[in-house]
């Protein structure tokens, strides 16, 4: 087993994502180096997963559910820095992807370049599924059928742990005073990649709080949008197609504000002001097939 890069998720009813992510992680450090937190101990997790570290947790909280994820991630987090040069922590439709432009991808990157005593945050790009001219299954491939994202700074996570650091509930914030943001570096989240799998993927939701025989929004592990029976998923996508697209493909002002806005935020994290931009960005056609 090599020792330079570890990667944790935490994961429930996502079996698309789930498949791709150990796929994509696993294709460059291979399944040895990822660790799965299977919520609720799922069978079909332990098959998708075969081969990596499972980590199983009850289906027993409610209230409390995000608060006690982010501190198993987070002791576990510490127990593999102590074993692995870098530790990636990131959400199941969470790929981490190093710009084709550099010469090398995600794993030649932190295997051979990257050098550890540092945390890195990733630029958060949303692909987005616009149905009016992306009809291509996204089964094979993610990003190729789809070219078009949002930048979203919620997603612009300190994901790249390599020395010691806790990060907060969410993962947005870590304790390190110093913002390293490789220009090259992106979290992809897909969320909005596909529309027939967003509406699965609430459908399956809604399904498990009346399961669970949750009524509340109280019960923290829960989103409005997962009660909602008469939803419409249609009009969530429906604006991303009427957005001025930009091809340019640069974001050095993003990146500039970034690093001109850090600052403390609370309980020894660190921060930068977030800034929205009502463009979409096509992506390059060097990053179509990597996820």
């Known amino acids: 087993m090599q020792s330079r890069v570890a990667v944790i998720t935490t994961v429930r009813d996502d079996d698309f994502f789930l498949k791709k992510w150990v796929d ?5 450090f291979g399944r040895d180096a990822l660790y799965v937190i299977n919520h609720g101990n799922q069978e079909q997790v332990r098959r998708i997963a075969e081969g990596c570290n499972l980590f199983p947790i009850p289906d027993t909280d409610t209230q409390n559910f995000n608060i006690r994820r982010w501190r198993t991630q987070n002791g576990l987090l510490s127990a593999l820095r102590q074993w692995y040069a870098h530790v990636i922590v990131c959400d199941v439709d969470e790929f981490i992807v190093v710009d084709p432009e550099t010469g ?31 009809s291509e299954s996204i089964e094979a491939s993610i990003l190729g059928p789809r070219r078009h ?4 700074p919620w997603y612009s996570k300190p994901c790249v742990i390599s020395r010691a650091a806790k990060l907060s509930r969410g993962g947005h914030y870590a304790t390190w005073d110093k913002l390293d943001a490789p220009d090259f570096l992106y979290l992809f989240h897909m969320k909005y990649c596909d529309f027939d799998l967003y509406v699965d993927m609430l459908d399956r939701r809604r399904d498990m709080v009346k399961a669970a025989g949750l009524t509340e929004m109280k019960e923290k592990r829960t989103k409005a949008v997962w009660f909602e029976d008469e939803r419409d998923d249609a009009a969530v996508f429906a604006p991303f197609a009427e957005r001025e697209v930009d091809e340019s493909w640069d974001f050095s002002a993003y990146r500039k504000h970034m690093q001109d806005t850090w600052a403390p935020r609370n309980n020894a994290l660190f ?3 977030r800034k929205d931009s009502p463009k979409l960005f096509k992506l390059p056609e060097r990053f179509s097939g990597i996820v």
Not at 24 to 28: I, L, N, S, T
Not at 149 to 152: F, G, V, W
Request: aromatic share 12%.
């Open 24 to 28: 994509y992680y696993g294709g460059f």
């Open 104 to 134: 090398h991808d995600l794993g030649s990157w932190l295997l051979n370049v990257a050098k550890p005593g540092r945390v890195r945050t990733a630029l958060g790009m949303e692909i987005l599924h616009l149905r009016d001219r992306e």
């Open 149 to 152: 994202a949002q930048l979203n």
């Open 271 to 273: 921060h930068f002001k």
